[in-house]
């Protein structure tokens, strides 16, 4: 059984860092497409980043160069590094998996891809 649980969220001001984590259970997490992806408040969800089994990552232009996504196999866990955050990074955010594909080589930032959720954690920036 394929299960994602997320942790880590938090309040920060505005240029504060935070470190979400992704707990994966039921699956090799190494083998698929994973991403963070978040929503606020009646907002759609937004693919933050991605990361495909041979480790490459991709973000959103919102993000880039102030967000990390990275990967412990060992731990099965995935983890997204937050700094510089802006009051406009306010959302819930979720981690998730795409099991369509084994090994993919490229990933997805479409959120209709992922079939596997976590529950999500919160991340509130204030000015």
């Known amino acids: 059984q394929v299960q994602l649980v997320e942790s880590g969220g938090g309040s920060v001001q505005a240029g504060g860092s935070l470190k979400l984590s992704c707990a994966a259970y039921?699956?090799?997490?190494?083998?698929?497409?994973m991403g963070w992806f978040r929503q606020a408040p009646g907002k759609e969800r937004e693919g933050v980043a991605t990361?495909?089994?041979?480790?490459?990552?991709r973000y959103s232009d919102s993000v880039k160069g102030r967000f990390t996504i990275s990967q412990d196999n060992d731990k099965n866990s995935l983890y997204l590094q937050m700094n510089s955050l802006k009051p406009e990074d306010t959302a819930m955010y979720y981690c998730?998996?795409?099991?369509?594909?084994?090994?993919?080589?490229?990933?997805?930032?479409?959120?209709?891809?992922?079939?596997?959720w976590g529950q999500g954690t919160q991340v509130t920036v204030s000015s």
């Open positions: 990361i495909d089994s041979t480790g490459t990552t």
């Open positions: 039921g699956y090799a997490m190494s083998s698929y497409c």
């Open positions: 998730a998996a795409d099991l369509s594909f084994f090994n993919p080589t490229w990933c997805s930032p479409s959120p209709p891809r992922y079939k596997y």
